[in-house]
């Protein structure tokens, strides 16, 4: 291009040529290449290609446009670049290609003169000649992307482990990769040419072969799981897609499958089923076992509830009649004896009913519900207000917070906290109990804590079992089931539970409540 505008600069004794390029969106058309000006002169020089300059009513005409006075011309608004050049006459032609126009290509002189027949055409010719060449250039750019296209897809194709093979409209296989011939074992020299129906999908019944053909050439995608035969008489499963091939001008040419072997998926599916068929089996032993565990424990509580209730109660009525009728001639030592039979008697209903106690809480249903924990703390506070009376103890409750808790439960995990840290503060003056919560590690965790006896850590894993104790019951009543029963109402809500301590300097208590 620079050699033709400086070659027809002088050919049409012109001071200025220059090409002007079209915009890819046609909205602009912006100088290129000039000769006759200097290019730095040409920066915001673009004009709108909308007819409203001369090349743009060059182009939008498609006729070369010729002015004798740029100054004058009322067809279209002159260049002011041309003008502060000393541009008076000019003229212009559109550069076309067979696809599209690429801009225009003018010539322009600083003293007036009339242009030739001549002229005109050598500007015309040359002009056809250079779309011509900007056409070539722009379908050989195309092709070699095209090409580059071509070889990404091909190597893509070639280097996929899957199967990836095109038919024709008459299942004849057109082209066949290493993928596929790993699965088949036919190579491509074998594959290409022949049915695809013969190779590949020979295991598939005829019906269903037509069914899933009919549905491909109407357009639409398939997928599909069946088993093949491969060249060495092995049977394979695969599973792929198929879907319609299409020519440059969306004429359907054929189909396109991509497939992939599924037979150790299949094997290891196959395992896995079973080993589900031989966990819900176990499931299902485990769960009539648990049933029958759960019938005996049932009866257990009956008989704990009823049949042991009935000869308890005759040994305490019993101890209790001698003790009012012979009382004044039995020796000191007989009523020792039958005051502590007595006594015994009522400890152990006591643990019966702690026993059926802990045993609801597990049957029991789970009813969360938001609820203000502070409540619960006070509630837990009314019922062990008789609770050693005449003491001094200072309970302290911080702001505890809602959370998704069964009421009912939690009320009594903070009786039985309290009560403990209320019964082993015993001694102490004044006797201090802190209920509040902190986080830790992105928990809620509450807690009670205490000054009381405290315990040694040694033993703690042992503060949560049934009729455990660290303490001597001579010093500290119970039953024995408190703090089990704690664990098992946090255990129930997802939570756990533990105790810091130390020996006569407090404990400690600490649980968390899972999440709802």
């Known amino acids: 291009m620079e050699e033709i505008v400086r070659v027809l600069r002088d050919a049409c004794r012109a001071q200025i040529a220059l090409v002007l390029e079209l915009s890819a969106d046609g909205s602009t058309l912006r100088p290129r ?124 194709v070639g280097q996929s482990e899957d199967a990836i093979l095109t038919r024709d409209l008459d299942d004849v296989i057109v082209s066949w990769n290493p993928g596929a011939e790993r699965l088949y074992g036919y190579s491509a020299l074998e594959a290409i040419g022949r049915k695809a129906r013969e190779l590949q999908l ?107 209730r009935a000869p308890l109660r005759a040994i305490s009525g019993y101890a209790r009649i001698l003790e009012d009728e012979l009382a004044p001639i039995l020796p000191d030592q007989a009523q020792r004896y039958l005051k502590r039979m007595g006594n015994n008697a009522v400890r152990l209903g006591a643990l019966i009913d702690a026993l059926l106690s802990l045993q609801r809480l597990s049957r029991q249903p789970l009813a969360r519900t938001a609820s203000r924990l502070n409540e619960a703390v006070e509630d837990a506070l009314n019922w062990l207000r008789g609770e050693q009376p005449g003491r001094d103890i200072q309970i302290a409750v911080d702001e505890l917070g809602a959370a998704e808790v069964d009421p009912a439960l939690i009320r009594l995990a903070f009786a039985n906290l309290l009560s403990n840290a209320i019964k082993f503060t015993r001694g102490r003056n004044p006797a201090c109990v802190t209920v509040g919560t902190l986080q830790r590690e992105g928990e809620q965790v509450y807690f009670v804590q205490d000054n009381g006896a405290g315990f040694d850590m040694r033993f703690a894993d042992k503060l949560f079992g049934v009729f455990q104790r660290l303490h001597p019951e001579a010093e500290y009543e119970g039953s024995g089931i408190g703090l089990a029963s704690v664990h098992r109402i946090v255990q129930r809500h997802g939570g756990r539970i533990w105790a810091e301590a130390e020996v006569d300097r407090g404990a400690t208590f600490y649980f968390t409540l899972g999440k709802a």
């Open 33 to 156: 290449i000039a000769a006759g000006l200097d290019c730095t002169d040409m920066d915001g020089a673009t004009e709108l290609a909308d007819g409203r300059s001369q090349a743009g009513y060059a182009l939008r005409h498609n006729a070369p446009v010729i002015v004798t006075d740029l100054a004058r011309e009322t067809r279209f608004s002159p260049c002011r670049m041309l003008l502060d050049h000393g541009a008076i006459c000019g003229m212009s032609v559109a550069i076309r290609g067979r696809a599209r126009p690429y801009g225009v290509l003018a010539v322009f002189r600083t003293r007036r003169r009339r242009f030739a027949a001549d002229d005109v055409q050598m500007l015309a010719a040359t002009a056809g000649v250079l779309g011509l060449s900007l056409g070539r250039a722009h379908a050989e750019a195309q092709l070699r992307a095209s090409e580059v296209r071509s070889h990404l897809l091909a190597s893509i």
């Open 202 to 308: 020979r295991d598939m019944s005829e019906q269903e072969y037509r069914r899933v053909l009919a549905r491909i050439r109407g357009g639409q995608p398939v997928r599909f799981e069946t088993r093949c035969t491969t060249k060495d008489g092995q049977a394979v499963y695969v599973f792929g897609t198929a879907g319609p091939m299409y020519d440059d001008a969306g004429k359907q040419i054929g189909e396109v499958v991509v497939a992939r072997d599924v037979t150790e998926l299949r094997k290891a599916r196959k395992a896995l089923q079973q080993a589900n068929n031989a966990l819900e089996q176990r499931v299902a032993e485990r769960t009539a076992q648990l049933e029958a565990a759960y019938r005996e424990a049932e009866a257990l509580s009956y008989s704990i509830a009823h049949d042991l």
